[in-house]
């Protein structure tokens, strides 16, 4: 033993010890995460070669119907909710700014989005309005590209980030005017209202497990994981059960995101499928989306004003003391970038999986 090692803090060992891991990991694994990403990278190429952008020229209109349909026939977009989304968006844009066409922008380029975000003449949210926005921002990146001017896309973009700061204040006003409760509180309520087998107490402690968004719906229970990694779903093993999420908000930017449930809760689960004859290789929810289900659990039990799915999010930085060190804050916001709260009194295994 050096006798670095021997005056080293536990602390610090564990440090050490964890980095040599991680070296010895890396050096076991890099020419097979090189050869993964040499794959990915000419799958990436080979994309980028067959999508052709759109013909512009000064006959090209740019209307509604034509935007959607370029949307529609996207081979490019893999994930349905995003095609969705920019349709959604350019509905609206159209609509609300009254424009024929996206050749408005060049002219009235300033009418037509001040008419998305005044507040005099139509009834949309501030999140509705960044959404719309935001939407008609990626359809020009993509589609229409330097047709529209470069000044047109600094007022957009600026636009889009007023909203932005917008949105942060009403999100700090409403944490100061509203009193979440606590998980304990909340999972307590679902116990007295539906009861211990019932799916909204289910769902309460699924949330207080692993705090994401609406990504449970229709999730597979499985004997072992999937190649698939378009999918969430869930493994049930011997010993311990874990989720691994493909299909979620950052997925682009964090790829498969794989969680090892408590064994408090893994416990809770087998007992769950078992009441309800839920077995491997079925779906452990029916249901598409939890967020109406959500929402109608929270009117019940007088959290109405709390929305849906989002209440879990608020519930889980409402917890963190006011206190709380500033690594301890640095963990959440980065458990925030992978849209996804940690308990903290139990302790975790999160990993991200290589793709």
């Known amino acids: 033993m050096s ?37 990915r990278y000419q799958k990436v190429e080979k994309q980028i070669l067959q999508y052709k952008k759109p013909t512009i020229s000064k006959k090209t209109d740019f209307t509604e119907n034509e935007i959607i349909n370029l949307i529609q ?43 998305i975000t005044d ?14 926005l935001s939407a008609i921002a990626s359809i020009i990146n993509r589609y229409v590209g330097s047709f529209i001017p470069t000044k047109v896309k600094k ?19 409403i944490q ?43 999730i597979p229970v499985l004997g072992k994981p999937l190649k698939n990694k378009t999918i969430n779903y869930i ?38 499928m078992k009441e309800n004859d839920i077995q491997i290789d079925s779906l452990l929810f029916q249901e598409p989306q939890l967020s109406p289900l959500v929402s109608k659990m929270n009117k019940e ?8 799915i989002n209440i879990f999010r608020h519930i889980r930085v409402s917890e963190i003391p006011e206190g709380a060190s500033y690594s301890d804050k640095v963990k959440l916001a980065n458990e925030m970038n992978h849209s996804v709260f940690v308990q903290p009194k139990y302790k975790r295994k999160i990993e991200i999986m290589p793709n």
């Open 235 to 272: 493994v049930v093993k011997k010993n311990y059960s874990y989720i691994v999420l493909n299909d979620y908000k950052t997925k682009n930017k964090y790829g498969s995101f794989r969680y090892t449930f408590s064994p408090k809760f893994d416990r809770l689960l087998r007992k769950y």
């Open 301 to 308: 039990m007088g959290y109405d004003n709390m929305g849906g």
């Open 73 to 115: 026939t996207d081979e490019s977009i893999e994930n349905e909710k995003t095609k969705q989304y920019l349709v959604g968006g350019a509905k609206r844009f159209f609509r609300v700014a009254e424009c024929d066409s996206l050749r408005c922008l060049k002219s009235d380029y300033k009418l037509a989005i001040n008419r």
């Open 155 to 173: 007022y957009l973009d600026d636009v889009i980030s007023e909203t932005n700061l917008i949105l942060d204040d009403e999100l700090k006003e």
């Open 3 to 39: 006798d670095t090692e021997q005056t080293e803090t536990k602390e610090e060992r564990k440090k050490r010890l964890t980095k040599e891991r991680q070296r010895k990991w890396y050096a076991e694994n890099q020419e097979k995460k090189r050869a993964l990403n040499n794959a």
């Open 119 to 132: 507040k005099d003449t139509n009834a949309y949210s501030n999140n509705t309005i960044r959404s719309t």
């Open 176 to 218: 100061q005017t509203i009193q979440y409760p606590t998980f304990d509180e909340y999972v307590r309520n679902t116990l007295d209202e539906y009861g211990v087998n019932s799916k909204e107490h289910f769902i309460a402690n699924l949330y207080r497990e692993l705090s994401v968004r609406d990504n449970f719906g229709q």
